[in-house]
């Protein structure tokens, strides 16, 4: 059974740093795409990174380029996302997601094969 876990997630203030991890068992992730989405209360879910775990091609949202970075970890089959610069509206429950290696970054956070629980970020004074 595919399953993804995030962790990392807290409580910091505006200009802070947070890092989140996505693990994966059950499978291999470079036989997938997989992508950090967040949702706000009351928002739609976004998009805001997709990385083709095994070229290590990463795609980003303008909404977090320059202050967010993806990277991986191939031997343990982890994701993680380093996020920097936090701003208030970065408020939002993360959930890691893996989708078609091939698509799913052209398309999440549609096209989603299998979620993650989530993990909270809260930005505030």
């Known amino acids: 059974q595919l399953r993804l876990a995030e962790s990392g997630g807290g409580s910091v203030q505006p200009g802070g740093s947070l890092r989140l991890s996505c693990a994966a068992s059950?499978?291999?992730?470079?036989?997938?795409?997989v992508a950090w989405v967040r949702q706000a209360p009351g928002k739609e879910r976004e998009g805001i990174s997709c990385?083709?775990?095994?070229?290590?091609?990463?795609y980003y949202a303008d909404s977090v380029k320059g202050r967010f970075t993806v990277s991986r970890d191939r031997a343990n089959d982890m994701v993680f996302l380093q996020m920097n610069s936090l701003k208030y509206e970065d408020t939002a429950t993360y959930y890691c997601?893996?989708?078609?290696?091939?698509?799913?970054?052209?398309?999440?956070?549609?096209?989603?094969?299998?979620w993650g629980q989530g993990t909270q970020v809260t930005v505030a004074p």
């Open positions: 059950g499978f291999r992730l470079d036989y997938y795409a």
């Open positions: 997601a893996a989708g078609d290696v091939d698509r799913y970054c052209d398309a999440y956070p549609r096209s989603t094969y299998t």
């Open positions: 990385i083709r775990f095994a070229d290590g091609d990463i």
